[in-house]
T-cell receptor
Framework: NAGVTQTPKFQVLKTGQSMTLQCAQD?????MYWYRQDPGMGLRLIYY???????DKGEVPNGYNVSRLNKREFSLRLESAAPSQTSVYFC????????????FGEGSRLTVL | RKEVEQDPGPFNVPEGATVAFNCTYS??????FFWYRQDCRKEPKLLMS???SGNEDGRFTAQLNRASQYISLLIRDSKLSDSATYLC???????????FGAGTRLAVHP
């Protein structure tokens, strides 16, 4: 029962470094999402992918890129990390239909110094 | 104005108390509404959907008031294990229209 798996769980970067957060789901969901969560801000959508081969910007896409490698995997890349990108990142997936149930990974805590 | 607003709390209540949270939303075209629960340093998980007629799941009751554009969550007979942050979520259709509130923190003490 893996559900949504994301790695790494923790990462410390220096300003300007790059890194990729990996996410995989085994529920055969079409839609996948990357959110960031900051204190007092709630979850904000960075990018989403409605299906394999498509990606779209969410509310806060600047400084990030994504790749929907296949139906299972959706990665988030920080090309040149900035302190403002210090956050907790959650990957999520959703089944078909107008349901609000997202299945989240355990989160990745990123600190940019 | 934020699309979805919640009182951040914290709500500190004793075991056995009844507590209610409200959440307001700004988009009158919003279609579906949900409450998620998030434990400290964990991922959010769906608690319950909110239906127009109101719905109940054990000690939890959710209600929707479309005219005033708010939803509520009532927890009866609070347990220590109810301590968490409760996120109000509004779905306005489309893949990118699931909007999360910042959450209301509940702390239940003995």
């Amino acid at each position: 029962n893996a559900g949504v798996t994301q790695t790494p769980k923790f990462q410390v970067l220096k300003t300007g470094q790059s890194m990729t957060l990996q996410c995989a789901q085994d529920m055969n969901h079409n839609s996948m999402y990357w959110y960031r969560q900051d204190p007092g801000m709630g979850l904000r959508l960075i990018y989403y992918s409605a299906s394999e081969g498509t990606t779209d910007k969410g509310e806060v896409p600047n400084g990030y890129n994504v790749s929907r490698l296949n139906k299972r995997e959706f990665s988030l890349r920080l090309e040149s990390a900035a302190p403002s990108q210090t956050s907790v990142y959650f990957c999520a997936s959703k089944g078909t239909g107008n349901t609000g149930e997202l299945f989240f990974g355990e989160g990745s805590r990123l600190t940019v110094l | 104005r934020k699309e979805v607003e919640q009182d951040p709390g914290p709500f500190n209540v004793p075991e056995g108390a009844t507590v209610a949270f409200n959440c307001t939303y700004s988009n009158s075209a919003s279609q579906s509404f949900f409450w998620y629960r998030q434990d400290c340093r964990k991922e959010p998980k769906l608690l319950m959907s909110v239906y127009s007629s109101g719905n109940e799941d054990g000690r939890f009751t959710a209600q929707l008031n479309r005219a005033s554009q708010y939803i509520s969550l009532l927890i009866r007979d609070s347990k220590l294990s109810d301590s968490a942050t409760y996120l109000c979520v509004v779905f306005s259709g489309g893949y990118n229209k699931l909007i999360f509130g910042a959450g209301t923190r509940l702390a239940v003490h003995p």
